[in-house]
């Protein structure tokens, strides 16, 4: 059983989205959301959106990939954006103020505006 499920859609807007479903932890499900940002990088996608909508728990692991993330994607010379993180996952990005950094957006709707 996975713990996380990863999957990746583009938009019309030329952005692609990073879908998010269950828990960003510690575990080598997790590891899959750096490959995914990797692959997207190397097909030349530079503005992309981290859709954690569906994240119900995450734990350091899980704040140290998007940060990983943000840092190899503004490094390509894109953009990310997180968009849903609510409840706890939202408060932990707030209290490690990585909030600070990556822009926080209420959905998909609004990072692809």
């Given at each position: 059983m996975l713990l996380l499920?990863?999957?990746?859609?583009?938009?019309?807007?030329?952005?692609?989205?990073?879908?998010?479903?269950?828990?960003?932890?510690?575990?080598?499900?997790?590891q899959q959301v750096e490959t995914t940002?990797?692959?997207?990088?190397?097909?030349?996608?530079?503005?992309?959106?981290?859709?954690?909508?569906?994240?119900?728990?995450?734990?350091s692991t899980g704040v140290g990939i998007v940060s990983f993330c943000f840092g190899k994607i503004k490094a390509g010379g894109g953009t990310l954006k997180v968009a849903g993180a609510t409840g706890t996952v939202r408060e932990v990005f707030r209290i490690t103020m990585l909030d600070t950094l990556v822009p926080f957006v209420a959905s998909v709707e609004d990072a692809a505006a």
């Open positions: 499920d990863v999957t990746t859609s583009a938009l019309d807007n030329g952005a692609t989205v990073v879908s998010l479903k269950g828990k960003l932890a510690l575990g080598r499900d997790s940002i990797q692959k997207l990088l190397e097909s030349g996608s530079k503005n992309i959106i981290l859709d954690m909508s569906g994240i119900n728990y995450i734990d």
